[in-house]
């Protein structure tokens, strides 16, 4: 059974392309046939994410307006089997695209993929709207920052408007340290405010931000913390249960010295 | 989306109706009252809500009246002058005169090139319909036309042309848009820019040939014997070609077409496109997307001081850098290279008189 998720945030910089990219490529290392739609019209990054700017020969705008065929302007990934990316157009705005326009291009591909992950612009005006239009479930990821938790109750209100009652959570960018010193909202925080399910729970990791620079997620590199909880988020979104990532800080060896010590 | 334009025409009160089309406004006028008369209405309706049509862009269609030079002139001043619309094009629409320069295509929609041979004055407008959107595939459109000023002269652009066009269709309309052939547009300055056909479209057939799905890698394996064909579409482009002379760097979101030759002092970034009938010579560094030869012409060349490009495309061979030399799109080679075709492969070479030592490299097929 095929699902259209939108991964959105409300608010800018929390990771929406990011995350779209690393959990489509999980999902389809996982076995699935996965379709990426960067739906951030005039501002595309998912393909520059995924190091597919280069493919690119016609776009969402192009399917939209009937130029070309739809399985002509999917991009198939270079690294993962059964992911392909249907690229935003660069030089047209938002508008150029209906929600009506959207959930039929959704509702195709549904067709051929099982899992239609849709990459979300920042705002909630008309890009958001085109965005959620065929969503099915919806993935509103936040930061542990207040801006960024208020503006997830407000996509989420804005969600449940268009009646989209399936979204779960992802929090993304935490630091276990900060939030073990009081320093950063920690995950009950969040939930207390947003009361809605939590889907993942995704760690800082440096690794990111090379990896997003080199155009390759960062769920294919076995070393990132922040690629391992993608893979476990991706299989949460296909059903299953799996435990979260503990995200204790690893003491440090003065700490264990002295706890052997018996000074602790 | 034209079919009912008629009834349409008869149906609407006062002889001007308003459309909004996926281009923008569509202004259909009356084309059995007194011409001053329907323009007088038109004023009277855009007096109604001048702050909503300020700035629109909008086509008109004249339908089957015969437009003189003054007429359209005047019909410029309320538009362009009066009421700040930009004018993208002009539909007419003369059944009974399609044997000349007009024919229907497969797909229902049909595009029209009137000569200037006929109309005396006007130095051509070609307008079109938008073909039926399930047999655009595999041709590419001019999404959105500029009234083009051309050192004074007026000419319009207008619709979309199609690859299925014949050979002799198209080269009419070429003669008729394209003169003066030896003249040459400069802009150097945003607001000129804009009324020339940056982020706008040039009214000219331009197609890529791809066939099967990007994601296989676009292998061009539609066929060589049609790519020859299609070549065949502009036999005299070569004699008749303008060049745009770009003094400005393109950003990304960008985009100019120009039926010619596209000459850009300034960089082309990447996310930035620069597609052309002709040649593409960047006179910076090319980074972005350049598509030369867009009607098929196999011999267009992209020259650039630095050329390092997402993605080249020559009439329809689109290749993209090697992934090896992705890594030169950071660090350029430190002088001006040309791509073109040869074999039915992109290939990169160093410009003529460059110091570059001789080798040349080649580029992978999309």
């Known amino acids: 059974m095929a699902e259209t998720i939108v991964i959105t945030s409300g608010k800018g910089g929390v990771g929406k392309t990011t995350s779209v990219?690393?959990?489509?490529?999980?999902?389809?290392?996982?076995?699935?046939?996965?379709?990426?739609?960067?739906?951030?019209?005039?501002?595309?990054?998912?393909?520059?994410?995924?190091?597919?700017?280069?493919?690119?020969?016609?776009?969402?705008?192009?399917?939209?307006?009937?130029?070309?065929?739809?399985?002509?302007?999917?991009?198939?990934?270079?690294?993962?089997?059964?992911?392909?990316?249907?690229?935003?157009?660069?030089?047209?705005?938002?508008?150029?695209?209906?929600?009506?326009?959207?959930?039929?291009?959704?509702?195709?591909?549904?067709?051929e993929f099982d899992y239609v992950l849709?990459?979300?612009?920042a705002g909630i005006e008309q890009g958001f709207r085109n965005a959620?239009?065929?969503?099915?479930?919806?993935?509103?990821?936040?930061?542990?920052?207040?801006?960024?938790?208020r503006d997830a109750d407000r996509v989420i209100a804005l969600l449940e408007s268009m009646e989209i009652y399936d979204h779960k959570l992802l929090i993304n960018r935490i630091r276990p340290l900060m939030v073990k010193k009081g320093d950063m909202l920690d995950i009950d925080d969040v939930l207390e405010q947003l009361a809605i399910d939590l889907i993942g729970v995704i760690p800082e990791d440096e690794m990111i931000?090379?990896?997003?620079?080199?155009?390759?997620?960062?769920?294919?590199?076995?070393?990132?913390?922040?690629?391992?909880?993608?893979r476990n988020t991706a299989r949460r979104i296909m059903g299953e249960e799996v435990p979260f990532l503990s995200l204790d800080v690893p003491e440090g060896l003065l700490t264990r010295l002295k706890r052997a010590m018996g000074f602790k | 989306m034209f079919h009912s334009q008629t009834e349409y025409r008869r149906r609407m009160t006062g002889g001007v109706g308003f459309r909004g089309s996926r281009d923008g406004l569509l202004i259909v006028l009356d084309d059995t009252e007194d011409f001053e008369l329907v323009l007088e209405k038109l004023r009277e309706r855009l007096n109604e809500a001048p702050q909503f049509f300020y700035g629109a862009e909008v086509t008109v269609d004249v339908g089957k009246r015969e437009m003189s030079r003054e007429d359209l002139l005047k019909m410029r001043m309320i538009l362009s002058s009066e009421f700040g619309l930009r004018l993208l094009g002009i539909i007419d629409d003369h059944e009974g005169e399609?044997?000349?320069?007009?024919?229907?295509?497969?797909?229902?929609?049909?595009?029209?090139?009137?000569?200037?041979?006929?109309?005396?004055?006007?130095?051509?407008?070609?307008?079109?319909?938008?073909?039926?959107v399930t047999e655009m595939i595999g041709s590419m459109n001019s999404r959105k036309d500029e009234g083009l000023r051309f050192k004074g002269k007026t000419i319009l652009c207008s619709g979309t042309c199609h690859d299925r066009m014949k050979t002799e269709d198209y080269a009419g309309g070429t003669t008729s848009v394209m003169s003066p052939a030896t003249e040459s547009a400069v802009i150097d300055g945003e607001d000129q820019a804009e009324g020339f056909g940056i982020t706008g479209r040039d009214g000219f057939a331009c197609e890529r040939d791809v066939g099967g799905e990007a994601s296989e890698g676009l292998r061009l394996r539609k066929g060589a014997p049609e790519r020859t064909q299609r070549r065949q579409l502009l036999p005299k482009v070569e004699e008749m070609r303008r060049t745009l002379l770009l003094k400005k760097t393109l950003r990304s979101g960008q985009s100019v077409r120009y039926n010619g030759n596209v000459v850009v002092f300034g960089n082309v970034n990447p996310g930035a496109e620069v597609v052309a009938t002709g040649d593409i010579i960047v006179a910076g560094s090319l980074k972005g997307v350049a598509h030369a030869g867009a009607c098929g012409d196999e011999s267009a060349i992209i020259a650039a001081f630095s050329l390092a490009p997402t993605q080249l495309r020559i009439a329809g061979f689109l290749a993209r850098p090697p992934e090896a030399e992705v890594s030169r799109r950071n660090a350029a080679p430190g002088c001006p290279e040309m791509a073109k075709v040869k074999d039915g492969l992109i290939v990169i070479e160093a410009c003529p008189g460059s110091f570059k030592e001789e080798g040349k490299s080649v580029w992978q097929r999309l």
């Open chain 1, 118 to 121: 849709v990459d979300s612009p």
């Open chain 1, 209 to 230: 931000i090379v990896t997003t620079n080199r155009g390759e997620p960062a769920v294919l590199n076995n070393h990132s913390k922040a690629g391992q909880a993608y």
């Open chain 1, 21 to 111: 990219a690393n959990l489509g490529s999980a999902l389809a290392m996982l076995g699935k046939k996965v379709a990426m739609v960067d739906a951030d019209i005039g501002l595309r990054n998912l393909d520059l994410v995924m190091g597919l700017e280069n493919r690119i020969v016609y776009d969402l705008v192009d399917v939209a307006e009937g130029y070309c065929k739809l399985r002509q302007a999917l991009v198939r990934d270079k690294r993962v089997d059964g992911l392909f990316l249907l690229p935003a157009a660069q030089t047209r705005d938002k508008t150029a695209v209906s929600p009506d326009q959207m959930k039929s291009l959704c509702d195709e591909l549904k067709e």
């Open chain 2, 98 to 132: 399609r044997s000349g320069g007009v024919m229907p295509f497969t797909g229902g929609g049909a595009l029209q090139v009137n000569g200037g041979s006929r109309r005396k004055g006007r130095k051509g407008i070609l307008t079109g319909e938008t073909p039926n």
């Open chain 1, 132 to 149: 959620a239009a065929g969503a099915d479930r919806a993935i509103v990821i936040t930061t542990p920052e207040l801006s960024a938790v």
